[in-house]
């Protein structure tokens, strides 16, 4: 598609630099997320990895990231040429993906979505993971994973592009590969130690309802940000990912009260955000109604996901791949189901839209999407990390002693809060046991020493039917079946 700087929209430019700036919010409201969801001696170390993340990947998409994803001028099918390395040449005239914003504009948005995919996919390895093999990693795994995905569906001569497959905003790029990549993680790192023998709870409620409100703020840019305004698309993007994030929210709520009988800020989270995924590569392909069952079907297939781990075993720490992995796949597929002919054309490109219109080619389009890049996402990560294990430096599990004590004092010598909390006085009645904690030494100390060993403390979380304190120890409460969370850990 020839593209003209004539061509070029003000209001078009101004959206898509504002839809950058919201999607730039997604990075730390992911580490927020994921932190709020961990123990809180790992909980600093997330939103850390998030964040530079985005550094490493700015950095990398200038080298050569942009040029290897989205060659408008590369002619082979699987990669990009090195036509833009450093950014040369990417100024005012327009690229075809976006040919009312300058290229350098359309580039800076694309580099959000590729600094948030490795953040996405380190989750998996939450909780048990190096900081300094990490930071290579993201580089290697952008280069390697994420970039050959992003130009196969989104390059002018990307094979899949070619073959007409249907992906809007990074149903595969981003969510399938950063979802099977985190399952590459828990292959090659393992469980958490205490893994199965305990039961961990969230630290902090508040942080994921936080870290939530933020990637739900910031995916309105994600999904409407490169669509147009003037056909209306970019508010069918808009409505779409609110839908769906409304409908697989309420939904995951009602199959959690079912089985809890109690209301979940942290339920309700994780399916808005699982309802969110399944749109995104549907957003501004599918009428707004579509978006109730696809996020109605991403509530009940990412929940039962989750539970299909822990019965098999696998430690998807962060759900990343039950959440992303299969909300992705079930997005690009459905994509295929809901696709209009009508909607897209509301821009003047032609389409024959998704079995909704008579379509059934688009369905085996969208199969070979997602299965193209689950596979690839999923070996070259197995594979990376491997080679980089075998490595010491690069070796990426922390050893036990540190996994103890939290990747946040381990790697960065720091607290994501500012005193620790080392006895619980508990008050307990027929049902229920309250505990209350209480701050016992210098926080000074703690500053100037951030490696000196913690004091081990316990987290009891809800329990029922114990009568007295004094009774309670981690060997009856690994037996005890009214009991669901105790944890001893420093904090």
């Known amino acids: 598609m020839a593209t003209n700087i004539n061509d070029i929209d003000m209001g078009a430019t101004v959206w898509m630099i504002a839809s950058t700036a919201l999607v730039f919010l997604m990075i730390p409201g992911l580490g927020y997320f994921y932190g709020g969801m961990v123990r809180s001696k790992n909980a600093l170390s997330l939103v850390f990895l998030c964040m530079m993340a985005l550094a490493v990947v700015t950095v990398q998409w200038v080298i050569w990231g942009y040029s290897l994803a989205l060659s408008e001028t590369a002619t082979n099918p699987f990669i990009g040429n090195l036509k833009h390395w450093l950014f040369l040449d990417v100024e005012y005239t327009p690229h075809p993906n976006a040919p009312k914003v300058p290229a350098v504009v359309y580039a800076v948005y694309q580099c959000m979505f590729a600094a948030l995919t490795p953040g996405l996919a380190i989750g998996g390895a939450a909780e048990r993971i190096r900081v300094m093999p990490t930071i290579v990693y993201i580089f290697i795994w952008s280069t390697l994973v994420y970039d050959p995905i992003a130009y196969w569906v989104w390059a002018p001569n990307g094979w899949l592009n070619k073959m007409g497959v249907m992906d809007f905003a990074g149903g595969c790029a981003v969510e399938t590969a950063s979802g099977f990549s985190a399952l590459a993680f828990y292959f090659v790192l393992g469980k958490r130690k205490g893994f199965g023998e305990e039961k961990w709870q969230p630290h902090n ?154 379509n059934g080619r688009q369905l085996y389009v969208q199969l070979a999407a997602l299965a193209a890049s689950a596979a690839w996402s999923f070996v070259v990560s197995f594979v990376l990390l491997k080679g980089m294990n075998y490595i010491p430096m690069f070796r990426f599990r922390i050893d036990s002693d540190a996994e103890d004590h939290g990747v946040d004092f381990a790697e960065l010598g720091e607290a994501g809060y500012s005193f620790m909390q080392d006895i619980i006085q508990m008050h307990t009645d027929k049902n229920s046991l309250r505990c209350c904690l209480t701050p016992s030494y210098d926080e000074s100390a703690s500053i100037q020493h951030p490696h000196k060993e913690m004091p081990m403390i316990k987290e009891p979380v809800s329990m029922a039917n114990i009568t007295a304190a004094s009774d309670i120890s981690p060997a009856t409460t690994k037996n005890n079946t009214h009991v669901k969370s105790i944890r001893s850990y420093p904090l």
């Open 205 to 358: 409620y508040l942080n994921i309802l936080l870290g939530c409100s933020f990637l739900y703020f910031g995916w309105f840019g994600f999904n409407a940000g490169a669509a147009s305004l003037e056909s209306g698309r970019a508010g069918i993007a808009f409505m779409t990912t609110n839908l769906a994030a409304a409908s697989a929210g309420i939904t995951w709520v009602a199959l959690a009260y079912r089985v809890e009988h109690k209301f979940s800020s942290f339920h309700f989270c994780s399916g808005a955000v699982a309802g969110m995924v399944c749109v995104t590569p549907a957003a501004s392909f599918v009428d707004t109604w579509a978006a109730l069952p696809m996020g109605f079907l991403a509530g009940i297939c990412c929940y039962y996901m989750i539970e299909a781990n822990l019965r098999l075993g696998i430690d998807d720490c962060i759900d990343v791949l039950a959440v992303h992995g299969i909300g992705g796949l079930l997005g690009v597929f459905l994509t295929g189901v809901f696709a209009n002919k009508h909607v897209i054309g509301l821009d003047g490109i032609e389409s024959a839209g998704g079995l909704i219109n008579g």
